[in-house]
């Protein structure tokens, strides 16, 4: 009986300790988490509708047993100029979550792969971004002092979307600036992000004929 | 007491003359006739790329044996060089040759050498090899061209193998490709036409079912493996609805079950477990060809088996001679 | 054992990784990258560093019947304290290894070298051990990650490495991990054997 007191004490003391600690660490970053994570769903929506001012609430409509979120964008004059539709598919080997600013009428502002974790070198090149900096040149400017180039930061392979209508989102191999051009390696994953684009678009304006939104 | 099968005979014995070397020797034999078929549709780009993974597979072997000590003469005992051909039967006349290279010294050093050296490694170390080169360059490993008589050549934008063409466009595009059924067929068998695209050494079903059948004379392999392996294939497909003949004729099937399954060191070691073990190729090739993500899965559904050879030794051991029955 | 000796043997002699084993998990996940491989092998750094100190401390006051949850609390602590700091002050590298961060609970060389070690040492051979076992992970994942990156990727640090060369993919992926695991264990070991001759 006492040595079991003295345990549980023991195990009580070094659990309360840790709890006190955790509680206080964790309202030092409660703060800070949140504004990473709003800032990276931000950064997101102004990739996605390049020249919104603001954007709305979170809403959600549902359609044929599918939920879509969406958040309304409006311009400086507190006009709805477009919206930003948030959905979620499934990959190659994770889950791809992407934002896709369009136009009232359906057409594709721009897209935005919030979350991925596809395979590295394949699938994973979403994120790829159109420079291909070397070792080389990054080594040489270390040394020189001049000022590095502004380089773009939309991956090529989501710049691909903007300007598209859902008919024209369909993943073909060969390049082709009417359609989406696969990844190479990589076509279930293309595939998967073209129609995490076309599927909530497509229940987005059959939701808003329905008169649902 | 007098036991008749216990009974040693007084030398001198007589020597069966096989050797390492002289069964060897004789697949390569068997594989000729492909090969030579090889030759005569990829052209330059196919005897390049056999003769080069063939001498640097015995390069590679020689260097594994002299870090490990051991003789070096062993490396023209032919069982690397068959696995430098078979590495080279298994990827498309059109990749860059340092890949496959790359893909035969894993499979000698690695895959073989590591583990042991002959008669010691787990996997067929040729499909190790196709493997890791699928794997690494997926866009190497898949793009095809036509032999050059039928219109193809090394610019040529990639076409699709027939086992391609059933994955993506259905029977209809693989019809409409070849004409007609029969014309497919022919076309499949002697790799002629249409038929003649695909890895190096898996183009005319016709001359390695030859090859195969000459090892099956000469008492290389046992019927166990290879029939099990295609009759399974076949019945599979046609419960699914499939074209059997199509099936067993098209890809690496005719390759894998004649040469690649029955690896002596690889299968297993009884024929009731021979027959168990073609059956799994048999069915998981269906499996991926139906529903995975290529079109061709012969060297995985292998390489799936090669990992289950010790269980099944295990179930079908045979009963030592001495010991009771169960 | 001088001090200096208990800080180095994490290193070469004791590697964590390449002799004695442990944390292969993590090793094996986040080597795919440079970028991923440093951030692992810095915060286990810092955990080991402190779970060390912290079960030294405390060994005098743990019966040894329950000592290993309480081991376990310490550890599991420190690593969400580390998981929120980095969280909250370092959003990118929490985005990149902020899944592998919660593995460090289960990562065995922390509790490893909490059980071996810290159980039986003071304070500060404890924390020289920890220092030194984290140092000779971060260099085993480190070289582990060049080499999958360079040759999978033909980057490092996310960095082209050799314009225009296609890379090896499979290095990127598990089976590549499995194997340049290997060959440097086999690497360190031949090393190791001519030492000693």
């Given at each position: 009986m006492k040595t079991?007191?003295?345990?549980?004490?023991?195990?009580?003391?070094?659990?309360?300790?840790?709890?006190?600690?955790l509680s206080l660490v964790d309202r030092i970053t409660k703060e800070p988490i949140k504004a990473a994570q709003n800032k990276r769903l931000e950064e997101g929506q102004k990739l996605a509708f390049p020249g919104a001012s603001s954007f709305g609430e979170l809403k959600t409509f549902e359609t044929e047993g599918k939920a879509v979120s969406y958040y309304e964008v409006f311009d400086e004059s507190q006009k709805v100029i477009g919206y930003e539709l948030l959905y979620q598919v499934g990959g190659y080997q994770s889950q791809i979550k992407v934002l896709t600013g369009i136009e009232p009428d359906g057409k594709v502002v721009a897209i935005r792969v919030l979350e991925q974790a596809e395979t590295p070198g394949l699938g994973a090149?979403?994120?790829?971004?159109?420079?291909?900096?070397?070792?080389?040149?990054?080594?040489?400017?270390?040394?020189?002092?001049?000022?590095?180039?502004?380089?773009?930061?939309?991956?090529?392979?989501?710049?691909?979307?903007?300007?598209?209508?859902?008919?024209?989102?369909?993943?073909?191999?060969?390049?082709?600036?009417?359609?989406?051009?696969?990844?190479?390696?990589?076509?279930?994953?293309?595939?998967?992000?073209?129609?995490?684009?076309?599927?909530?678009?497509?229940?987005?304006?059959?939701?808003?004929?329905?008169?649902?939104? | 007491m007098e036991n008749k099968l216990l009974k040693l005979s007084s030398s001198p014995h007589i020597r069966s003359g096989d050797s390492v070397t002289k069964v060897m020797w004789t697949v390569f034999l068997a594989l000729l006739p492909a090969l030579i078929w090889s030759y005569v549709i990829f052209g330059l780009m196919a005897v390049k790329l056999t003769v080069v993974c063939v001498l640097f597979a015995m390069v590679c072997e020689a260097v594994c044996l002299k870090v490990r000590k051991q003789p070096i003469n062993s490396c023209w005992d032919?069982?690397?060089?068959?696995?430098?051909?078979?590495?080279?039967?298994?990827?498309?006349?059109?990749?860059?040759?340092?890949?496959?290279?790359?893909?035969?010294?894993?499979?000698?050093?690695?895959?073989?050498?590591?583990?042991?050296?002959?008669?010691?490694?787990?996997?067929?170390?040729?499909?190790?090899?196709?493997?890791f080169l699928l794997a690494?360059?997926?866009?190497?490993?898949?793009?095809?061209?036509?032999?050059?008589?039928?219109?193809?050549?090394?610019?040529?934008?990639?076409?699709?193998?027939?086992?391609?063409?059933?994955?993506?466009?259905?029977?209809?595009?693989?019809?409409?490709?070849?004409g007609s059924k029969g014309s497919m067929y022919l076309d499949l068998l002697?790799?002629?036409?249409?038929?003649?695209?695909?890895?190096?050494?898996?183009?005319?079903?016709?001359?390695?079912?030859?090859?195969?059948?000459?090892?099956?004379?000469?008492?290389?392999i046992t019927w166990h493996i290879p029939i099990s392996f295609l009759l399974t294939l076949a019945v599979v497909t046609f419960l699914f609805k499939g074209d059997p003949l199509f099936a067993i004729l098209s890809g690496g099937a005719m390759l894998g079950a004649w040469f690649m399954a029955t690896d002596m060191v690889t299968s297993p070691l009884t024929h009731k477990g021979q027959l168990i073990f073609g059956m799994g190729c048999g069915l998981l090739t269906f499996i991926i060809r139906r529903w995975g993500g290529y079109p061709e899965g012969v060297s995985y559904s292998?390489?799936?088996?090669n990992a289950a050879v010790p269980l099944i030794d295990g179930l079908f051991a045979n009963r030592v001679f001495g010991t009771g029955k169960k | 054992?001088?001090?200096?000796?208990?800080?180095?043997?994490?290193?070469?002699?004791?590697?964590?990784?390449?002799?004695?084993?442990?944390?292969?998990?993590?090793?094996?996940?986040?080597?795919?990258?440079?970028?991923?491989?440093?951030?692992?092998?810095?915060?286990?750094?810092?955990?080991?560093?402190?779970?060390?100190?912290?079960?030294?401390?405390?060994?005098?006051?743990v019966p040894s019947k329950i000592r290993i949850p309480c081991y376990i609390i310490v550890i599991a602590f420190l690593v969400t304290v580390v998981d929120m700091l980095?969280?909250?002050?370092?959003?990118?590298?929490?985005?990149?290894?902020?899944?592998?961060?919660?593995?460090?609970?289960?990562?065995?060389?922390?509790?490893?070298?909490?059980?071996?070690?810290?159980?039986?040492?003071?304070?500060?051979?404890?924390?020289?051990?920890?220092?030194?076992?984290?140092?000779?992970?971060?260099?085993?994942?480190?070289?582990?990650?060049?080499?999958?990156?360079?040759?999978?990727?033909?980057?490092?640090?996310?960095?082209?490495?050799?314009?225009?060369?296609?890379?090896?993919?499979?290095?990127?992926?598990?089976?590549?991990?499995?194997?340049?695991?290997?060959?440097?264990?086999?690497?360190?070991?031949?090393?190791?054997?001519?030492?000693?001759?």
């Open positions: 079991i007191l003295h345990y549980g004490l023991v195990l009580l003391i070094i659990a309360g300790v840790a709890g006190v600690g090149e979403v994120d790829a971004l159109p420079s291909n900096q070397s070792l080389l040149c990054a080594f040489v400017s270390l040394f020189s002092p001049e000022p590095e180039k502004e380089e773009s930061n939309i991956p090529w392979f989501q710049a691909q979307f903007s300007g598209k209508t859902p008919e024209d989102l369909v993943v073909v191999k060969a390049k082709d600036p009417k359609h989406i051009t696969a990844l190479s390696g990589a076509t279930i994953t293309s595939t998967a992000v073209t129609k995490a684009v076309k599927e909530p678009i497509e229940l987005f304006l059959k939701a808003k004929a329905e008169g649902k939104l | 032919g069982s690397a060089a068959l696995t430098g051909l078979l590495v080279s039967f298994n990827v498309p006349p059109t990749i860059p040759l340092w890949m496959p290279m790359l893909g035969t010294a894993l499979a000698i050093v690695i895959v073989k050498q590591c583990f042991g050296g002959l008669g010691c490694n787990i996997f067929n170390p040729a499909l190790i090899g196709r493997a690494s360059f997926p866009k190497h490993m898949t793009s095809w061209t036509l032999g050059a008589q039928f219109g193809g050549s090394v610019d040529a934008v990639s076409q699709a193998t027939p086992l391609g063409l059933l994955k993506e466009g259905g029977q209809e595009a693989l019809l409409q490709a070849f002697f790799g002629y036409g249409r038929g003649a695209i695909g890895c190096v050494g898996e183009i005319s079903a016709a001359l390695l079912l030859l090859g195969g059948l000459f090892l099956l004379i000469r008492g290389i292998i390489l799936i088996m | 054992m001088s001090l200096f000796k208990e800080f180095l043997k994490g290193i070469w002699e004791k590697n964590p990784v390449l002799v004695l084993s442990l944390g292969l998990c993590p090793t094996l996940a986040t080597s795919g990258s440079m970028k991923n491989a440093v951030g692992m092998g810095l915060s286990v750094i810092a955990v080991l560093t402190f779970s060390n100190i912290i079960i030294s401390l405390i060994k005098g006051f980095i969280a909250g002050f370092a959003p990118e590298l929490s985005k990149a290894i902020g899944l592998f961060i919660k593995l460090i609970v289960v990562n065995c060389i922390i509790l490893g070298r909490a059980e071996a070690f810290a159980a039986k040492n003071n304070p500060l051979r404890a924390a020289l051990d920890g220092l030194g076992m984290g140092i000779g992970f971060l260099i085993a994942i480190s070289i582990i990650a060049t080499i999958r990156e360079v040759l999978g990727a033909n980057k490092w640090f996310g960095l082209t490495v050799f314009p225009g060369w296609d890379p090896i993919g499979i290095m990127i992926l598990p089976a590549g991990a499995l194997l340049t695991f290997g060959l440097v264990m086999a690497v360190r070991n031949v090393l190791a054997q001519r030492r000693a001759k």
